[in-house]
């Protein structure tokens, strides 16, 4: 049978695209099918050493992953906690004019009693730089003289006969002490070898005396310009400067360890707060608010602040116990609860 001519052009197209559809069925079944290999006899280990490339390759993508992973936060430094040992007047009788010294740790632990003599009053206790022995006031022989225990054991020392003597405090060198003499009608401050001789009036209408870390400033509260302020009298020539402009400041006040603060109260009866000062001067700032804050003191690292207080008794005239604040006014911690009043407390070196 003759084909007819018009129809060769369609049938040679197709064959053609036979062709081309059978070529790739059989290019893509050697591209699948495995490589024909021989098979070699293999150790039972096969050690492969990866090239430099391939390594500086791994250890660039570790790298990154690393880099893009989170870290966590890194863990707060954890505050300085309180340390030593906080010598303290405890009224153990119940009565104003009875007073005995206590010792306890600075976290409230350990408490210890330290002076025995009923119908005596102690008061104003103080550490001496070495720690190994407190100075105070007592009128446990008829007057208030100055004496000093040693917290190893034994009797009082006394260092002082002329009576009306309060409120001692030990320079930084251990060598000399700084109280004030008081009679009722005035008061000055003295000053005398650390055993209680070469006694000697240092300056007049001054209380509550004390050291700067250096040991050549002394400061002291004075109503010399009017009202209670706080001065600062310096050794070598006997000058005074007035730190403190500020109505309602007592007395009973503290040097930071690095020189660079001053720490008093101020305010009217049960109405008082803790206030902190820059050593050149300026208006000061409040700590506290409410509680009735009294006698502060630093402690040796200057992280905390050792006060009274009557935080939880307020208005209770037996209300007063120790309590620790830091210098920023945070973490308020009572240390003493008992039925009777502990105040005046001084931290140890």
């Known amino acids: 049978m003759e084909i007819p001519r018009w129809l060769l052009p369609?049938?040679?197209?197709?064959?053609a695209l036979l062709s081309l559809i059978l070529c790739g069925l059989i290019a893509s079944?050697?591209?699948?099918?495995?490589?024909?290999?021989e098979d070699p006899q293999l150790p039972s280990t096969v050690a492969v050493t990866p090239t430099q490339s391939a390594q500086d390759s791994v250890a660039a993508t570790l790298a990154?992953?690393?880099?893009?992973?989170?870290?966590?936060?890194?863990?707060p430094t954890?505050?300085?906690?309180?340390?030593?040992?906080?010598?303290y007047t405890c009224q153990l009788s119940g009565q104003s004019d009875l007073n005995q010294l206590c010792l306890m740790n600075a976290d409230g632990s350990g408490y210890r009693r330290l002076t025995t003599a009923e119908g005596a009053d102690h008061l104003y206790p103080t550490f001496a730089p070495d720690g190994s022995s407190i100075l105070y006031a007592s009128n446990v022989t008829g007057d208030y003289d100055l004496y000093a225990l040693n917290l190893a054991g034994g009797p009082a020392e006394r260092l002082t006969t002329f009576g009306d003597a309060y409120a001692p405090a030990v320079s930084p060198d251990?060598?000399?002490?700084?109280?004030?003499?008081?009679?009722?009608?005035?008061?000055s401050?003295?000053?005398?070898n650390r055993d209680g001789s070469n006694a000697r009036f240092l300056v007049g209408q001054a209380w509550d005396a004390a050291w700067s870390p250096d040991g050549t400033q002394i400061l002291h509260a004075s109503d010399r310009t009017g009202e209670i302020q706080l001065f600062i009298l310096t050794l070598a020539d006997l000058t005074l400067r007035q730190v403190t402009d500020q109505p309602g400041l007592r007395g009973r006040n503290d040097w930071s360890p690095d020189g660079q603060t001053l720490a008093t109260y101020i305010g009217e009866p049960w109405d008082r707060e803790i206030w902190l000062f820059d050593?050149?001067?300026?208006?000061?700032?409040?700590i506290t608010n409410g509680g009735n804050n009294l006698a502060p003191g630093y402690s040796p690292d200057g992280n905390w602040l050792v006060i009274t207080a009557y935080y939880d008794l307020y208005r209770d005239d037996n209300g007063c116990?120790?309590?620790?604040?830091?210098?920023?006014g945070s973490d308020l911690r009572r240390l003493t609860e008992n039925d009777y009043c502990d105040w005046q407390p001084y931290w140890s070196p």
């Open 279 to 286: 050593v050149s001067g300026g208006p000061g700032r409040q």
């Open 189 to 192: 401050l003295w000053l005398m």
């Open 64 to 75: 990154a992953l690393t880099a893009q992973a989170p870290t966590a936060p890194p863990s």
């Open 10 to 15: 369609a049938i040679g197209a197709g064959i």
């Open 78 to 87: 954890p505050l300085p906690q309180p340390a030593g040992q906080i010598v």
């Open 174 to 187: 251990g060598g000399q002490i700084v109280f004030t003499r008081a009679d009722g009608e005035s008061s």
């Open 29 to 37: 079944r050697l591209l699948l099918a495995p490589p024909a290999v």
């Open 321 to 328: 116990e120790i309590y620790l604040i830091r210098p920023d």
